[in-house]
């Protein structure tokens, strides 16, 4: 039986295998995707981000039990970020899930960004898929410690759950664009913290509920948890819940569907254009026009030109046409 | 592309010196492999769990509490009824000179104890999991 097959079938190092072939981006890994895909589509995708400690890994930890409590089987996809110096990582969001060990209604990933800067891993949507596949009832998403504008993860989740901590800015910092924006519940954790209620009133205050109702008719509630003890994880599964069924009966499931497939599917295409480009035109070439523009005899933007023309012709050009040299 | 190397380091027992096993973390991470960290007092069934559901490559026990010939065996008995006889073992901690042969005939890749050079310990694990 091959992977596919075995991970359908409920096994779990099959499982775990697919997703190092789709994270390694092995070229069996598209094979496996398009016999996994027809079983997409069942799980509720709920994204957790929020900044570093806030408490992503125990609220979804929290989250996870309570469901597993009502017999909803959980994967989780935790990432957390690749060094860009050595390409290592450390990936730590297992330490907060102990309680989710021994569970077979569990799975628990955890995922290297390798190099993607919008909170996620560029195979996080791909392994998603994998465990959708494979029957989880809902999937967690846990992002990485997100700043301001790691926002993929609006793309990749149907409900994006935000986290807050007390004292970590005031309402300037609430009104900023980004992360806030795309919160469909917010969430101020640790709330036996001084501040928390404070920090409540901030997002209350600059979240323009009259724009809210009028777009999508759903208002971000703002909850506060205790993650650690288990606090309000409840009230948070409850709004999940009320955030799908608003999705489903409003239609937006399906448009939320669209537009995250619309953005797939144009960055998988932009990676294989890149690719077939580089390959048609060389590493070579590219690295003799990068000197030209460092050397100032172009600039970035004749260089893409021509190199997107020698790549249409779909041969190697000999070399770049040399410019007349400008004055210095 | 490059499969890149996963190394769980894991914590079993009652222990709660976790300092070793961070600093080996840090320096795996910084030798650019990827590191699964699980925090303090696993059980060995836990263990083979995050070792299947990570899909590592190697598994670095360390251990302080004496207890390394209960908790190394199931370790390593768990990973083959998995069918993960592949991932390499290696054990840090405080392990007698008596109980070293011991674990390496039970199949223990390699042994560190107190004082090993961190670098030595990365090339040790990176040629484990490249030479095969």
């Given at each position: 039986m091959d992977l596919v097959a075995q991970a359908l079938d409920g096994n779990r190092y099959a499982?775990?295998?697919?997703?190092?072939?789709?994270?390694?981006?092995?070229?069996?890994?598209?094979?496996?995707?398009?016999?996994?895909?027809?079983?997409?589509?069942?799980?509720?995708?709920?994204?957790?981000?929020?900044?570093?400690?806030?408490?992503?890994?125990?609220?979804?930890?929290?989250?996870?039990?309570?469901?597993?409590?009502?017999?909803?089987?959980?994967?989780?996809?935790?990432?957390?970020?690749t060094s860009p110096f050595t390409g290592g990582a450390l990936l730590g969001d297992r330490v907060r899930m102990r309680d989710l060990a021994g569970d077979p209604g569990v799975f628990i990933r955890s995922m290297a960004t390798r190099g993607s800067l919008g909170g996620l891993a560029q195979a996080t949507n791909d392994a998603v898929k994998v465990?959708?596949?494979?029957?989880?009832?809902?999937?967690?998403?846990?992002?990485?410690?997100?700043?301001?504008?790691?926002?993929?993860?609006?793309?990749?989740?149907?409900?994006?759950?935000?986290?807050?901590?007390?004292?970590?800015?005031?309402?300037?910092?609430?009104?900023?664009?980004?992360?806030?924006?795309?919160?469909?519940?917010?969430?101020?954790?640790?709330?036996?913290?001084?501040?928390?209620?404070?920090?409540?009133?901030?997002?209350?205050?600059?979240?323009?509920?009259?724009?809210?109702?009028?777009?999508?008719?759903?208002?971000?509630?703002?909850?506060?948890?205790?993650?650690?003890?288990?606090?309000?994880?409840?009230?948070?599964?409850?709004?999940?819940?009320?955030?799908?069924?608003?999705?489903?009966?409003?239609?937006?499931?399906?448009?939320?569907?669209?537009?995250?497939?619309?953005?797939?599917l144009l960055n998988v295409l932009q990676r294989r254009l890149l690719n077939r480009l580089v390959s048609r035109v060389g590493n070579e070439q590219i690295q003799k026009w990068i000197e030209r523009i460092a050397a100032r005899e172009v600039d970035v933007y004749t260089a893409t030109r021509e190199l997107c023309q020698s790549g249409d012709r779909g041969a190697p050009i000999a070399d770049p046409p040399r410019t007349v040299d400008l004055e210095c | 592309m490059t499969e890149q190397l996963r190394v769980l380091i894991a914590k079993p027992g009652l222990d709660g010196h976790d300092r070793g096993a961070k600093v080996i973390a840090r320096a795996l991470r910084d030798a650019g492999m990827e590191v699964i960290y699980?925090?303090?007092?696993?059980?060995?069934?836990?263990?083979?769990?995050?070792?299947?559901?990570?899909?590592?490559?190697?598994?670095?026990?360390?251990?302080?509490?004496?207890?390394?010939?209960?908790?190394?065996?199931?370790?390593?008995?768990?990973?083959?009824?998995?069918?993960?006889?592949?991932?390499?073992?290696?054990?840090g901690g405080i392990i007698p000179d008596e109980d070293r042969d011991a674990l390496k005939e039970m199949g223990v890749a390699g042994i560190f104890g107190p004082g090993s050079n961190t670098e030595a310990i990365c090339d040790f694990v990176r040629q484990q999991l490249t030479e095969t």
């Amino acid at each position: 039986m091959d992977l596919v097959a075995q991970a359908l079938d409920g096994n779990r190092y099959a499982l775990a295998r697919l997703i190092s072939l789709v994270e390694d981006d092995d070229a069996a890994s598209q094979t496996a995707l398009s016999a996994l895909y027809p079983h997409t589509g069942q799980a509720h995708l709920v994204g957790v981000t929020g900044p570093p400690g806030s408490g992503k890994s125990t609220l979804v930890n929290a989250l996870a039990k309570l469901l597993r409590s009502k017999d909803t089987t959980v994967g989780i996809i935790a990432v957390d970020p690749t060094s860009p110096f050595t390409g290592g990582a450390l990936l730590g969001d297992r330490v907060r899930m102990r309680d989710l060990a021994g569970d077979p209604g569990v799975f628990i990933r955890s995922m290297a960004t390798r190099g993607s800067l919008g909170g996620l891993a560029q195979a996080t949507n791909d392994a998603v898929k994998v465990l959708d596949a494979v029957g989880f009832d809902v999937v967690l998403i846990e992002t990485v410690g997100a700043g301001q504008s790691e926002v993929e993860i609006a793309r990749t989740a149907y409900t994006t759950v935000v986290l807050e901590a007390p004292g970590m800015g005031d309402e300037v910092q609430a009104l900023k664009a980004g992360l806030m924006e795309i919160a469909d519940i917010l969430v101020v954790n640790k709330a036996d913290r001084p501040g928390a209620a404070r920090t409540a009133r901030a997002l209350e205050m600059v979240l323009n509920r009259n724009a809210a109702a009028e777009g999508d008719g759903w208002l971000p509630p703002i909850l506060q948890t205790i993650a650690l003890d288990g606090s309000g994880v409840s009230e948070v599964l409850k709004a999940i819940e009320d955030h799908r069924h608003h999705l489903c009966t409003t239609g937006l499931l399906a448009e939320r569907e669209r537009l995250r497939i619309e953005a797939e599917l144009l960055n998988v295409l932009q990676r294989r254009l890149l690719n077939r480009l580089v390959s048609r035109v060389g590493n070579e070439q590219i690295q003799k026009w990068i000197e030209r523009i460092a050397a100032r005899e172009v600039d970035v933007y004749t260089a893409t030109r021509e190199l997107c023309q020698s790549g249409d012709r779909g041969a190697p050009i000999a070399d770049p046409p040399r410019t007349v040299d400008l004055e210095c | 592309m490059t499969e890149q190397l996963r190394v769980l380091i894991a914590k079993p027992g009652l222990d709660g010196h976790d300092r070793g096993a961070k600093v080996i973390a840090r320096a795996l991470r910084d030798a650019g492999m990827e590191v699964i960290y699980t925090g303090l007092r696993q059980t060995p069934e836990m263990i083979v769990e995050a070792a299947l559901q990570e899909d590592v490559d190697a598994v670095g026990i360390s251990v302080l509490s004496g207890a390394h010939m209960t908790l190394v065996p199931r370790v390593l008995d768990g990973l083959r009824q998995m069918g993960l006889d592949h991932i390499k073992v290696f054990v840090g901690g405080i392990i007698p000179d008596e109980d070293r042969d011991a674990l390496k005939e039970m199949g223990v890749a390699g042994i560190f104890g107190p004082g090993s050079n961190t670098e030595a310990i990365c090339d040790f694990v990176r040629q484990q999991l490249t030479e095969t």
